[in-house]
């Protein structure tokens, strides 16, 4: 079945380790998001790929780097963790017009110890 | 500003009631409309949406909503709830005009449904 995958589900890190997440989809989908979310909260959008086009929100930390080497794949790179950054990672894909629905990985729940 | 309000952060209703989980937003273009649920530890699943045409539109595990463009609202509702509806339900609001890729969330409903 086509889906988004995130690994890992569980990630612990230790204050300033850098860390990194990642996101695959066989959907094939043009647009790649990355979502921070912090207990049952709104997702908050980091950023977010038209291809190979980055787009970084106004209010995303500069801790906080993409990388996206491929349609296929997405890393989120935390450079150093604060205790703030502790939260649910959500990568999601959709198609390049805007009616299009986003499909959602499972989340990766980072720790920061 | 586009922004999406649901009122409500819970929602209570017994098992085989009928549950509303409203949702109202502010676009200055027409309005793509869209609900997600995300059960606990998990990532969030669409369940509608609505672009154009009929205003009542039907999705996922027979939830539908509909959309009320002079009351700005896109209620998400069902006739008859289920113990495993009881979740956490996002509204979530796109501004049709040109080509914008990003979502307007909603802060949340949190719905139980009682036995």
């Known amino acids: 079945d086509a889906m988004v995958i995130q690994n890992p589900r569980y990630q612990v890190t230790q204050f300033g380790k850098p860390v990194t997440l990642s996101c695959s989809q066989t959907l094939n989908h043009n647009v790649m998001y990355w979502y921070q979310q912090k207990s049952s909260q709104a997702p908050k959008l980091l950023f977010h790929?038209?291809?190979?086009?980055?787009?970084n929100e106004a209010d995303t930390p500069d801790n906080f780097q993409s990388r996206r080497p491929n349609t296929s794949f997405c890393f989120l790179d935390i450079r150093s963790p604060g205790l703030g950054d502790a939260a649910m990672y959500l990568c999601?894909?959709?198609?390049?017009?805007?009616?299009?629905?986003?499909?959602f990985g499972p989340g990766t729940r980072l720790t920061v110890t | 500003a586009q922004s999406v309000a649901q009122p409500e952060d819970q929602v209570n209703v017994a098992e085989g009631n009928p549950l509303t989980v409203k949702c109202t937003y502010s676009?200055?273009?027409?309005?793509?409309l869209f609900w997600y649920v995300q059960y606990p530890n998990r990532g969030l699943q669409f369940l509608l949406k609505y672009i154009t045409g009929d205003n009542l539109v039907k999705g996922s595990y027979g939830f539908e909503a509909e959309f009320n463009k002079s009351q700005t609202s896109f209620h998400l509702k069902k006739p008859s709830a289920l113990v495993s509806d009881s979740a956490l339900y996002f509204c979530a609001v796109r501004d049709g005009a040109g080509n914008n890729r990003k979502l307007i969330w909603g802060l949340g409903t949190s719905l139980a449904v009682n036995p």
């Open positions: 790929y038209y291809d190979k086009d980055f787009n």
């Open positions: 676009v200055s273009g027409n309005p793509y």
């Open positions: 999601a894909t959709s198609r390049t017009d805007s009616s299009y629905e986003q499909y």
